[in-house]
């Protein structure tokens, strides 16, 4: 403020000294006036500036002036840059945010207060089938017209999800979404949306499972607790009560291979894939399984044709256990379904990627083509009594299925009723390998 009066007085006092020099008192006079004009229109056209860099509202184009003018326009310069600052960090941020909503796995719709869209997200779009163009503004209840939401979002009290059909759903490919709604600012609310298809796949699969276990387990003991109440009520002969304890064994048995199977498929699932730093000869394999198949067909007392090629030197990587646990599955699944007189074939081939196929042939009696794709499926069954007299768990195939995937192959299925089946394990190149054959030099 000093810088400004010192400006002020100097303007008057060099108009006064002008205004002496040319006519004395009253030139002097004329002379101070004509100094405080100068200074006002000066100080003016400087305010002026200033004040129309300011209602512009650009930090570009600040005025360069000296005084307090100048420094006025300094400070407000600083503090627009400031402020711009400021909010260019606000709007990254916002940027970043709404980046990351438009990126979320979950559904987002921005509701106002009279229940339209304001705003959502491209999951939301494919979650409820919202177009960008066509349903900005619109009523949210007029496009979801599902009764359940209907009646959970009017109901407003929002501390649980509805669960609704996704669009595109259909009964050959369902898909479920889950929606929640949260009121927010002044009688807005932001619908959240979420894909639950595998979640409640999961759990239909979890029901299954207990109620197939539940009911295979309790077969057999039911038999047990009958034959345990009728040696327990009644004076049977020797030969009676011979074949009763012989029929509780077998009931016996067949749970305790049904917990076996579990157990088996329960470590499958909770361990991770085997290695490919173990290798097992093609030839044991096959041997193993041959002695096998020849002692299950005795029991069964049928007279088969067993065919067992076991490739050149071929070898394979992984769990030896697991490799042999799955091809004597098929193999012993081959024997029980082929009739006397049938043939059943195992060969290992190498595909032409450089991996080996397993394949076991039988000539039984084949499986209709419905049943093909639910064959891995747990306790799924193409006969039930046949598959109990043949003394299955319903689990073989699926633990089979299990094995080959660890070992980064495929289960192949192949039959035709009356035309025998084919089950083909494909495992890849990387667990394959030819074995040389051993030179002896003289």
Known sequence: MSARVFIFLSCLAGGGVIGWLLEAWPGA?????AGAALWFTLDTFAATRVLRWLEAGQLRGAPTLAGAWGRAAARARRALAAREERADDAERRLHAFLDAIRTSPNGVVLLDARGGIEWFNQTAANHLGLDFQRDLQQQVVNLLRDPRFTEF?????YTGDVVIDAAGSTPARPRRIALHVHPYGEGRRLLLSRDVTAVEQAEAMR?????????????PLTVLAGFVETLQTLELAAPEQERYLGLMAQQAQRMQMLV??????????GSPPPGAGEWMAMQGLMAQCEQEARALAAVQAKT???VFDAGDGMAVAGA?????????NLVSNAVRYTPSGGTVEVRASPTPQGGVALSVRDTG???APEHLPRLTERFYRVDRSRSRESGGTGLGLAIVKHIVQRHGGELRIESAPGRGSTFTMVLPPGRVRVQQPDVTRS
């Open 29 to 33: 006079t004329l002379g101070v006036a």
């Open 153 to 157: 979002y009017h109901a407003g009290h």
């Open 207 to 219: 029901r299954d499972f207990v109620a197939n276990v539940s009911h295979e387990i309790r077969t």
């Open 260 to 269: 076996a199977d579990l157990l088996v498929l329960s470590r499958l699932e």
């Open 304 to 306: 088969l044709r067993l």
């Open 320 to 328: 030896p256990g697991e490799l042999q646990s799955a091809l004597s």
């Open 365 to 367: 009696p084949g499986i």
